[in-house]
Nanobody, 122 residues
């Protein structure tokens, strides 16, 4: 069955960086778009970034554009989120998501992982 497992969360200082990883299994990873979303305390789930099944099809939410970079390694079935210049408002649970189709735009996920927690604080 589809499994998505995030890792790489933790505590970071403002201005710092973290790299989140997502290990995917149970489906043909290279056939599907993937995305990252987060849920901040007391807030609704927020889509952050999406990556087409391959190539250069990438989209970002305005809130993270220029600071976060989504990437994927189809040979390793891995999805990544490089997060730079972290701010306290980036504190959230971060989720890796499988999209229903190859493009993922607009985002329409059908599976997601348990999440990894990111805390940005000095």
């Amino acid at each position: 069955q589809v499994q998505l497992v995030e890792s790489g969360g933790g505590l970071a200082q403002p201005g710092g960086s973290l790299r989140l990883s997502c290990a995917a299994s149970g489906f043909t990873f290279s056939n599907f778009a993937m995305s990252w979303a987060r849920q901040r305390p007391g807030k609704a789930l927020e889509w952050l970034a999406g990556h087409y099944k391959n190539g250069d099809g990438i989209h970002y939410a305005d809130s993270v554009k220029g600071r976060f970079t989504i990437s994927r390694d189809n040979a390793k079935n891995m999805l990544y989120l490089q997060m730079n210049d972290l701010k306290p408002e980036d504190t959230a649970w971060y989720f890796c998501r499988k999209e229903r189709g190859p493009w993922g735009w607009p985002s329409d996920p059908d599976y997601w992982g348990p999440g990894t927690q990111v805390t940005v604080s000095s």
